[in-house]
């Protein structure tokens, strides 16, 4: 779907909707597609599984898929839930409910995009306040904490019991949005607790999505690190620090090894803003964005086509390093 595409829709066929409306379309639904955001994260890919699991358990055929990379990350393959997954060219062009789980735009949807277009309805489910509401119906809780708890109240409303399987999925979303519960608010903890009341293993699922790497990541650290850049009248005078990817260090690295450079950069004392620029194989760039208190990258991100949360934001973009890192210098002010 294109931009004009996803502009079409009139406001009066976007609705916000509270979760009891939710739950009635996805328990009156007779099939259902999920659709996971592009290069997906634990939260995305553990909000759609988990939601998956519940309408196979009451006999709606369901569908979940993301449109790139062609496989799911390794590290979360031992997330309940996968056998519902479905490569991005077999998914349904015609299905009664699109659901999307922790897509800020449909641009995020990639090549599945287009899949919007025939289904009978369509829900977003978000807590990015970035979301532009593509859907005809939007559930978008900007105070969650990540997509699972959203949809961990939903199951609340729903009646849903919230067993070990689920609590994988939601946990695994809620652990890494939170950056291991460094970023929480009143009630995260109420709810990792209640995850982890059901049996499964917080440590293992933690580790699995985060402190996991194959050996090849720390040759690319340090070339990548070895080139990182200080500029430190950016932000006006906050600092931005930041660092490029380029496909020659990539090599055969997964794409959470990728991902993963970020939260290292964003560690520098001397930058409020980090940012770190990654070279897709068609030379396009990936830019991830974090800031500790002062600045919200998503305004920053939104401006540059993109979107996401107030300390953690990204966007696509295109030309040389250079001038993205010109243009990010120029935005910060």
């Known amino acids: 779907m294109t931009h004009t595409q996803e502009t079409s829709l009139s406001?009066?066929?976007?609705?916000?909707?509270?979760?009891?409306?939710?739950?009635?379309?996805?328990?009156?639904?007779?099939?259902?597609?999920?659709?996971?955001?592009?290069?997906?994260?634990?939260?995305?890919?553990?909000?759609?599984?988990?939601?998956?699991?519940?309408?196979?358990?009451?006999?709606?055929p369901v569908q979940v898929a993301f449109g790139a990379p062609d496989e799911l990350p390794e590290s979360m393959r031992e997330l309940p839930g996968t056998h519902l997954l479905v490569p991005?060219?077999?998914?349904?062009?015609?299905?009664?409910?699109?659901?999307?789980?922790?897509?800020?735009?449909?641009?995020?949807?990639?090549?599945?995009a287009d899949r919007l277009a025939n289904a009978g309805e369509t829900l977003v489910i978000d807590h990015h306040r970035?979301?532009?509401?593509?859907?005809?119906?939007?559930?978008?809780?900007?105070?969650?904490?990540?997509?699972?708890?959203?949809?961990?109240?939903?199951?609340?409303?729903?009646?849903?019991?919230?067993?070990?399987?689920l609590a994988h999925c939601l946990y695994a979303g809620l652990v890494t949005d939170t950056g291991s519960f460094?970023?929480?608010?009143?009630?995260?903890?109420?709810?990792?607790?209640?995850?982890l009341a059901t049996g499964i293993d917080g440590a293992r699922i933690a580790?699995?999505?985060?402190?996991?790497?194959?050996?090849?990541?720390?040759?690319?650290?340090?070339?990548?690190?070895?080139?990182?850049?200080?500029?430190?009248?950016a932000?006006?005078?906050?600092?931005?620090?930041?660092?490029?990817?380029?496909?020659?260090?990539?090599?055969?690295?997964?794409?959470?090894?990728?991902?993963?450079?970020?939260?290292?950069?964003r560690t520098t004392s001397e930058a409020e803003v980090a940012a770190v620029l990654k070279e897709a194989v068609d030379g396009t760039w990936s830019v991830s964005l974090r800031s500790k208190s002062d600045v919200d990258v998503s305004v920053i991100a939104g401006y540059l086509g993109g979107g996401g949360h107030r300390f953690?934001?990204?966007y696509t973009a295109e030309g040389s390093a250079d001038e993205i890192v010109t243009l990010l210098v120029e935005s910060l002010g």
């Not at 062009?93 to 949807?109: E, F, H, I, K, M």
């Not at 460094?182 to 995850?195: C, D, F, I, Y």
């Open 235 to 265: 932000a006006g005078g906050r600092g931005l620090v930041y660092a490029v990817i380029r496909q020659a260090y990539i090599g055969d690295l997964r794409s959470e090894e990728i991902e993963s450079v970020i939260d290292i950069v």
């Open 182 to 195: 460094r970023w929480v608010q009143p009630g995260t903890h109420t709810l990792a607790e209640r995850l």
């Open 88 to 112: 991005a060219d077999q998914v349904r062009r015609n299905v009664d409910l699109l659901v999307t789980v922790d897509c800020g735009s449909a641009g995020r949807l990639g090549k599945l």
């Open 11 to 60: 406001d009066l066929d976007r609705h916000e909707v509270f979760l009891p409306q939710a739950v009635a379309v996805l328990e009156n639904a007779t099939s259902v597609t999920i659709l996971c955001h592009v290069q997906p994260d634990a939260d995305t890919i553990g909000s759609g599984l988990a939601l998956a699991l519940v309408l196979e358990r009451k006999g709606i």
């Open 207 to 233: 580790r699995r999505l985060l402190d996991t790497h194959p050996f090849g990541w720390l040759p690319m650290l340090s070339s990548v690190l070895g080139s990182a850049t200080l500029v430190p009248d």
């Open 130 to 165: 970035s979301n532009t509401r593509f859907g005809r119906m939007n559930v978008i809780d900007e105070s969650a904490e990540s997509t699972t708890a959203v949809v961990a109240q939903m199951f609340d409303l729903w009646g849903v019991e919230i067993d070990a399987d």
């Open 312 to 314: 953690a934001a990204g």
